[in-house]
């Protein structure tokens, strides 16, 4: 009750209930009354009532009275009782302002414009199924949005496009349910890859806060559990479903345990083990990996070292995966068909392996660090692709097949890329097969991370996977990867521009870094100094820091730093690699244009690193929408400043020099160098720069100074 209901309580009790009256007074108080005023219909309690009789809600209160031994009177009623109505959660206790606003949802202007009825139609054909009805009425709202112009109009085209996504993704019906949550609590997959197809937006969710994604894991299909994730795995690379929770904080994952759906939580289990899995190989945290930063000494005191010559092979002659750093394809077709086919039969001996293999480390004994980080890699690719291809049985359409955007299979890979098209078209679908996010990245990867491991010689010899099988069969699509990013060099396509990638690096590793760098950074100032040139260019020998940047694969960066800012402040790491091209050697990226927040930036295999500057900064400075500067959110951040160098003549320089090439070989890896490029100017400066460092090393090497003998003649026609 509240405070007006107080003077009424009062007057119904008499004055010694107050103790304001003295028993002799006259004068009564205001509020209060004699019990021979009392209202005549309110008696006044009487003890001798029993307390046990039964009343329609359970037994009688102790502040209930009695008119009589039938009739029974509480005090404190201040009427009927309304009826009990379903209000809103709150989320902050009472007498605070609501954090979360409830607020009415304002359908679509188009959906307003179709009428109620369309509504209806089109959320029953979701809920049903009806695929045909369903593309009606898709088709529908496309014209009614601009009648009278032709549909040939591009513009308009692409502005009834919006308007339909629109309504889509922001339609709701009485239930306040999405199109798209609908059709997935259903289970109609093929009614979710319609609209998913027409780009309804996954992330939009329903009045009580939940997504496709939990009503299809509510549902307890597989596909389209799959299906949505497919999508929402295209918007951001590196999703993590734990982070979709709805207004009651449920997830995905605890809806279908909820439901009893098994198999939609052994598939997001699995999606959840496969995405930290992605996330560690990408920071180079795998168990057994050397790191992705990887130092490289190329002096000469470290000629023994195991690493420093695996390296230094591998950007000088190539590796087990990639044979040629450089390679021409000729332009035509029929030589260019029996490329892809060796490629994509490759490909497809991968994917039978991977799904034939037992990957599970505790099958296998006692393994090294890095076999355990291989087999965990390749075993969850492995059940994620059974996964899929399991929950594929379930429908007929071929168009499924087609729907898929991430994890292809080998047949998909192969039916997008050898379809009819120009070169340039060509190798733009090799790249963009290798950037998407599927398994050949990451068991490429895992392979090249193997290999880096062990010793060249021994490689594959007593493995306990079925590791040359899978080099001999990934290295014609890595060595196509390769020869794309060399026909795009040599067609002058590159980009220039700095890229950027986050990492995580532990206290001693960094530390180390910044040591070595300012004792590394006195000695070379001491040498310009002596020598009075500050253009000297550090050679692979002369003690300046090299870094590797992958396991032994393709190295990947992005080429936005808002996207690299953005992915650091996200995994709280530590570093942020800076790299820009070398002024001498350059080694330039490709580039691709590319959704999901993820690396669009693809560098040459062979590619080595440079050490240019340390600096530090803070993760406001980087993000300051995230981190606010002065906040217990921000913290520090080395940024290091690489430069990307082809390092080729030198690597055949001093690969000659500390293991001996065959005769001849480094003649003829020096003319096979200076003839990438075509006649003119550029292959003049490579023989000239070729001829100098044969000259400046020959010393006591005969065959050094022949070499470069025979490139002053070529110098010379």
């Known amino acids: 009750m509240g405070s007006g209901c107080s003077v009424e309580v009062g007057r119904i009790v008499d004055c010694q209930s107050c103790n304001s009256c003295d028993d002799g007074a006259d004068y009564v108080w205001p509020g209060c009354i004699s019990p021979e005023e009392a209202l005549p219909d309110i008696p006044l309690p009487h003890p001798w009532t029993s307390r046990d009789e039964p009343t329609p809600r359970g037994p009688v209160p102790p502040w209930a009275v009695a008119l009589s031994e039938e009739r029974l009177v509480d005090r404190t009623a201040t009427g009927a009782t309304p009826p009990r109505v379903l209000a809103p959660t709150r989320f902050s206790p009472p ?74 993704s922001s339609a709701r019906d009485a239930a306040g349910e999405t199109l ?47 299906m949505i994730l497919d999508r929402l795995q ?12 709805d207004n009651a904080g449920e997830t ?95 490909l497809r001996r991968v994917e039978e392996i991977l799904l034939s293999t037992c990957w599970m480390p505790s099958r296998h ?84 991370g193997v290999l880096r491991a062990l010793d060249g010689d021994e490689a594959g010899k007593g493995a306990p996977f079925p590791l040359e099988e899978l080099i001999e069969a990934l290295a014609p699509m890595a060595q196509l990867v390769q020869t794309a990013t060399c026909f795009f060099r040599a067609s002058g396509v590159r980009h220039e521009g700095i890229t950027y990638r986050p990492l995580v690096l532990s206290s001693p590793s960094l530390q180390k870094l910044i040591d070595t760098y300012l004792t590394k950074k006195d000695e070379y100032e001491k040498m310009v100094s002596q020598i009075g040139d500050t253009t000297v260019f550090p050679a692979l020998d002369s003690g300046a820091m090299w870094f590797a940047l992958s396991q032994g694969s393709f190295p ?17 790491a530590n570093v942020l690699v800076a790299i820009q091209t070398d002024s001498r050697s350059p080694s330039y990226p490709e580039h691709m244009s590319l959704r999901g927040g993820t690396d ?5 295999a062979g590619t080595l690193f440079r050490l240019m500057r340390l600096a530090r900064t803070t993760s406001s400075d980087l993000e300051p929408q995230a981190c606010p500067a002065g906040s217990q959110l921000q913290w520090s951040v080395t940024v290091i400043e690489l430069a990307a160098t082809e390092p080729r003549p030198e690597a055949y320089l001093l690969l000659d020099d500390w293991s001996g090439l065959e005769h001849g070989r480094l003649e003829e890896l020096l003319i096979a160098w200076v003839e990438e490029v075509q006649q003119g100017k550029m292959q003049q400066q490579r023989l000239q720069h070729a001829v100098a460092l044969l000259l400046k090393g020959g010393g006591m090497k005969l065959h050094w100074l022949k070499a470069a003998e025979t490139l002053r003649r070529r110098q010379e026609m």
Not at 600 to 604: F, L, R, T, W
């Open 95 to 168: 007498g605070l302002p609501e954090e979360f606003e409830q607020t009415s949802h304002h359908q679509p202007s188009l959906l307003t414009a179709l009428g109620a009825s369309y509504s209806r139609d089109i959320f029953r054909a979701a809920r049903v199924g009806d695929v045909t009805l369903l593309e009606k009425m898709i088709q529908d709202a496309q014209y009614v949005h601009a009648p009278q112009v032709p549909v040939t109009c591009d513009r308009v085209n692409l502005e009834a496009s919006e308007e339909v996504i629109h309504l889509l």
């Open 180 to 226: 798209l949550g609908a059709a997935a609590k259903h289970g109609e997959a093929l009614a979710v890859r319609v609209l998913l197809t027409h780009r309804a937006d996954p992330m939009a969710s329903d009045s009580r806060g939940r997504m496709a994604l939990h009503r299809a894991a509510e549902g307890g299909d597989v596909l389209t559990t799959l």
């Open 234 to 245: 295209t918007t951001n690379r590196f999703v993590n479903v734990t982070d979709f929770v």
């Open 252 to 346: 995905p994952g605890t809806l279908a345990a909820a439901t009893g759906c098994t198999a939609v939580c052994g598939a997001l289990e699995v999606f959840g083990d496969m995405q930290l899995n992605a996330e560690q190989q990408y920071f180079g945290r795998l168990s057994g990996s050397p790191g992705l930063l990887m130092e490289v000494n190329f002096t000469v005191t470290s000629s023994e070292s195991r690493n420093a010559k695996r390296v230094l092979q591998e950007a000088a002659l190539g590796g087990p995966l990639v044979r040629h750093l450089w390679q021409h394809i000729p332009e035509d077709r029929e030589v260019l068909d029996q490329v892809l086919a060796k490629a994509f039969d490759g």
């Open 365 to 448: 004994g006692m393994l090294e660090a890095y076999w355990k980080g291989f087999a965990k890699t390749l075993d969850l690719r492995a059940r994620w692709q059974r996964i899929r291809m399991e929950a594929a049985k379930s429908v007929t359409s071929t168009e499924v097949e087609e729907f898929w955007q991430n994890h292809l299979g080998a047949s998909r890979m192969a039916q997008m890329t050898t379809t009819p098209g120009s070169l340039r078209q060509l190798y733009l679908g090799v790249l963009w097969l290798y950037t998407r996010e599927s398994w050949l990245p990451h068991v490429l990867d895992a392979v090249a």
């Open 556 to 572: 990947t960066a992005y080429a936005s730093r808002w996207d690299a800012a953005k992915r650091l402040v996200q995994t709280n």
């Open 600 to 604: 669009d930036v693809i560098y040459p």
